[in-house]
């Protein structure tokens, strides 16, 4: 790997998948920016934008395929600097800080809010551009506002005014920044029981190893696990790749599963569900061919 500076940032060329994302896919792609302060951050982006060069915003990639054929740059976020402050009920939060990393520090200020979305492996950017939610709970159930830096002017953004659906937002064109949120004062032990629940619940449903998270939405009214499961897909292997035999809405990458291996996967997964209840699967997952 080819480490240099540009514009006073740290850019790694032809830099690994595998630094990128929790899946750790085989291959490169073109190179990766790595700010550590939101200058660098801006500078970047208009740089990236000025010259029109392809490229995406990752935070802890916990949500994102990435192809070795892919003829991309990255502009990383995992090395800013994180900062979050709390003013009685609110809190104030940097898009860089992980979601586990924010519910710590709520939980010692006795605040409620993240308890549910603790056991998300994303960062908060990645979290709200993709509306994550676990149990019940939105990230977008206690935002007040985002700041986002679009079109060269850092600009606050009222929930109300943010187009955004289920795992689905409008917030693709602009890198998020921070957020504010309203959060409950709550006793350290009923915060820590919601916790404890939903984190058992979570290692008993969802399978360990290597993955990008859920790959489906879930289609109205139904689970797309079920549905894979019903197609005698669970435990399905290709390359190294394997559909879980725990929670069928998962591939695992076993050990240096490609791309490809994964993008097999999604695609029979979405062909049999559809030959057999006429459903169209829609990825969860952010694909970048």
Same mark, same amino acid.
Do not use: W
């Given at each position: 790997m080819?480490?240099?500076?540009i514009?006073?940032? *740290?850019?790694? @060329?032809?830099?690994?998948?595998?630094?990128?994302?929790t899946?750790?896919?085989?291959?490169?792609?073109?190179g990766?920016?790595y700010?550590?302060?939101?200058? %660098?951050?801006?500078?970047?982006?208009?740089?990236?934008?000025?010259?029109?060069l392809p490229?995406?915003?990752?935070?802890?990639?916990?949500?994102?395929?990435?192809?070795?054929?892919?003829?991309?740059?990255? =502009? &990383?976020?995992k090395?800013l600097?994180?900062?979050m402050?709390i003013?009685?009920?609110?809190l104030?939060?940097?898009?860089?800080?992980?979601?586990?990393?924010?519910?710590? !520090?709520? !939980?010692?200020?006795?605040? &409620?809010g993240f308890? *549910?979305?603790?056991g998300?492996?994303?960062? =908060?950017g990645?979290? =709200?551009?993709?509306?994550?939610?676990?149990?019940?709970? &939105?990230?977008?159930?206690h935002? /007040?506002?985002?700041? $986002?830096?679009?079109n060269?002017?850092?600009?606050?953004?009222?929930?109300?005014?943010?187009? !955004?659906? !289920?795992?689905?937002?409008?917030?693709?064109?602009?890198? $998020?920044?921070?957020a504010?949120?309203?959060?409950? @004062?709550?006793?350290?032990? %009923?915060?820590?029981?919601?916790?404890?629940?939903c984190?058992i619940?979570?290692?008993?449903? %969802?399978p360990?190893g290597?993955s990008?998270?859920?790959?489906?939405?879930?289609?109205?009214?139904?689970?797309?696990? @079920?549905?894979? *499961?019903?197609?005698?897909l669970?435990?399905?292997?290709?390359? /190294?790749? *394997? $559909?879980?035999?725990?929670?069928a809405?998962f591939?695992?990458?076993?050990?240096?599963?490609s791309?490809?291996?994964i993008?097999f996967?999604?695609? =029979?997964?979405?062909?049999?569900?559809? /030959?057999?209840f006429d459903?169209?699967?829609?990825?969860?997952?952010e694909?970048? /061919?």
């Amino acid at each position: 790997m080819n480490k240099k500076l540009i514009l006073n940032t *740290e850019f790694v @060329k032809d830099e690994l998948i595998s630094n990128l994302t929790t899946i750790k896919t085989n291959g490169a792609i073109c190179g990766a920016f790595y700010p550590i302060n939101e200058n %660098q951050l801006k500078n970047v982006y208009t740089f990236l934008k000025e010259y029109k060069l392809p490229f995406i915003v990752i935070g802890n990639g916990s949500n994102m395929l990435i192809s070795d054929k892919a003829k991309i740059y990255a =502009l &990383s976020l995992k090395r800013l600097r994180q900062q979050m402050k709390i003013n009685k009920e609110s809190l104030y939060v940097s898009a860089s800080v992980p979601l586990p990393k924010i519910f710590q !520090y709520t !939980y010692k200020h006795n605040l &409620s809010g993240f308890e *549910e979305l603790a056991g998300i492996p994303a960062s =908060l950017g990645g979290a =709200l551009k993709n509306n994550a939610s676990a149990f019940g709970n &939105s990230i977008f159930k206690h935002l /007040e506002y985002i700041t $986002i830096f679009k079109n060269g002017k850092v600009v606050n953004l009222k929930k109300e005014n943010i187009d !955004y659906s !289920y795992h689905k937002t409008a917030l693709s064109d602009c890198i $998020i920044l921070s957020a504010k949120f309203n959060l409950t @004062k709550k006793k350290h032990y %009923q915060i820590k029981n919601q916790f404890s629940n939903c984190m058992i619940k979570r290692n008993i449903a %969802q399978p360990k190893g290597l993955s990008c998270g859920s790959v489906f939405q879930n289609p109205p009214f139904q689970f797309a696990g @079920k549905l894979i *499961e019903e197609c005698n897909l669970k435990g399905f292997k290709f390359g /190294e790749a *394997e $559909i879980s035999s725990v929670h069928a809405n998962f591939i695992i990458n076993k050990s240096h599963a490609s791309f490809s291996d994964i993008k097999f996967l999604i695609n =029979l997964c979405q062909q049999k569900v559809k /030959e057999k209840f006429d459903v169209d699967l829609k990825c969860e997952v952010e694909i970048i /061919e």
